[in-house]
């Protein structure tokens, strides 16, 4: 019951969210700022989109190129297509329930590749924490790059009093968990020890990789792939092409932590990319209007090729079925 509940929660709760923040949002416009985000919606240079969705489909490809590499590294070939496939299906997966993807990727190769499930799933999990070591790395470098503007993004969205009292509790909470971490012998402690002990061996594998500097030359290609897919959208509306890259990292980053944490940045994405437009001199209903534009692009990209790799890969695996 317990399971139902939290998956029911996982679904309904980031959703609830984004439809929150679209009231939100859409409520502090006036009648004739909704029609100017329309009529900005019909004069989009479209070219562009079409142009950073192919970037971003390379980028697809490229990550499923790297998933082989650690696993041959365990002794498993694995077809690039049913990888390429899977990672499409994962982000199909992930518009509905956050991070279900990664388990029906790990499904996928056990039933297409015999990969068994823990190995395949670790593999992902490790890619996944590398992820987000190299998106804290671009934050770091938005935050150094842009710091000015970063700061009053920040303390637009949370006053210096309240940011200092999150600030001061998170800080506690943090000191609390790792004294907990290090010192207790509870069984459940014991058991995270051993998991977080098997994820930096699989992150720290790579280093020992045969093929290391693909896997790494990949991964400078899939992240590239993912700052030029924005970048080159930023270029569908003449006052957004304009901005520094300054401004594309700030807004990239902005843009892929809403991705990261929730039902793939529904309703999320165009605020914070609006919120943060804001301070490169971007009125909000044209910063509104390039952030709709710029994930629903995301979203039907992963709706098509998720699909169509749904329908495919049980074609194109029917021997091994």
Known sequence: MKQKI???????????????????MYQGFTPEEIDEIRSYFRDANYS???????????????????????????????????SFLAINICYLMNLAVPKSG?????????????VPFDKGFGTIVAERLLDLIILFGFMVLAFF???????????DQIPLNNLLVYGGIAFGCCMVALWIYLY???????????????????????????????????????????????????????????????????????GSIAIA????????????ISQI?????????????????????????VLVFGVASFLLLPVLNRKKA
């Open 6 to 24: 939290s998956k029911f929660l996982s679904i309904v709760l980031p959703i609830a969210l984004g439809i929150y923040l679209i009231i939100y």
């Open 48 to 82: 562009y989109i079409v142009l950073g969705a192919f970037i971003a489909v390379l980028g697809n490809l490229s990550r499923a190129y790297r998933w082989k590499y650690p696993l041959e590294q365990m002794g498993y070939k694995i077809s690039v297509v049913n």
């Open 102 to 114: 990664e388990v029906s990727r790990a499904v996928i190769l056990r039933k297409y590749d015999e």
């Open 145 to 155: 790059l842009q710091f000015d503007i970063v700061k009053a993004f920040v303390l």
């Open 184 to 254: 207790s012998s509870n069984k459940y402690i014991l058991l995270l020890k051993e998991k977080i002990s098997g994820l930096k061996e699989g992150l720290f594998s790579i280093l020992k990789m045969e093929k290391k500097w693909q896997f790494i030359g990949h991964t400078v290609f899939i992240w590239a792939s993912y700052l030029l897919t924005f970048y080159t959208t930023m270029y569908v509306f003449p006052q957004t092409a304009v901005l520094s890259f300054g401004a594309a990292i700030s807004a990239f980053v902005v």
């Open 261 to 272: 944490f929730t039902n793939s940045g529904f309703g999320s994405y165009p605020f914070l």
């Open 277 to 301: 437009l804001v301070f490169y001199a971007i009125d909000k209903p044209i910063g509104t209007a390039f952030g709709w534009i710029v994930w629903s692009s995301q979203f039907i990209v």
